[in-house]
């Protein structure tokens, strides 16, 4: 089971500096507070697509910092799930990744039965659970799941709930205080110029 590691982790969110120092252990949920352009920087630090100004990003105790996006074991489940609106369920899951991963998700999840249809066709909850098949068809060994939740919907808990069946850590990056119903919030500190 993966852990996740924010050592002394500062990222820039427009004219602000931000620090979070945070453990999420393995098969754990950990909720961070942080308005929605610093919660997107701090999604993009971890998946690998912007680099931090400082600190360490560790998963399973390796330092996957310096590595490209998509080789890390962090995967996103964006707001709303994310899907490509014009191919189907089965192609959705298997975007970017192993298609034998891709059936076996589909399996495990029990989305055989909307596996043709397109994302306009399924309900809220059903791209959620698209969006996490997705994500944990790209897990290697170690997967941690990052979550951006602006709505603080019904559906996305048992988004969440089903990511973590599946032994992966979860990070929820949200602006709503409702985050609270998945786990200790945690608030980045905001950094002075002189800091």
Not at 24 to 44: I, N, Q, R, Y
């Amino acid at each position: 089971m993966p852990s996740l590691r924010l050592h002394a982790l500062v990222w820039q969110a427009d004219d602000s500096r931000l620090r979070l120092e945070l453990t999420v252990p393995s098969d754990e949920t950990a909720v961070v507070a942080a308005d929605p352009k610093a919660g997107t920087a701090l999604a993009d630090v971890l998946l690998g697509l912007t680099p931090p100004l400082g600190g360490a990003v560790r998963l399973d105790g390796r330092d996957v910092t310096g590595l490209a996006a998509g080789t890390r074991g962090i995967a996103l489940v964006p707001v709303g799930g994310g899907l490509l609106p014009h191919v189907n369920v089965e192609r959705n899951i298997a975007y970017g990744g192993d298609p034998a991963h891709a059936e076996d998700r589909v399996r495990d999840l029990q989305l055989g039965g909307i596996q043709k249809q397109h994302p306009h066709e399924l309900s809220p909850a059903q791209r959620l659970q698209v969006a996490v098949a997705r994500a944990l068809c790209h897990a290697r060994e170690s997967v941690a799941i990052v979550f951006e939740d602006r709505f603080g919907q019904a559906p996305f808990h048992a988004a969440v709930d089903t990511a973590r069946a599946y032994g992966a850590t979860v990070l929820v990056i949200t602006d709503l205080e409702r985050g609270v119903l998945l786990g200790d919030v945690v608030r980045p500190e905001e950094l002075d110029d002189a800091t």
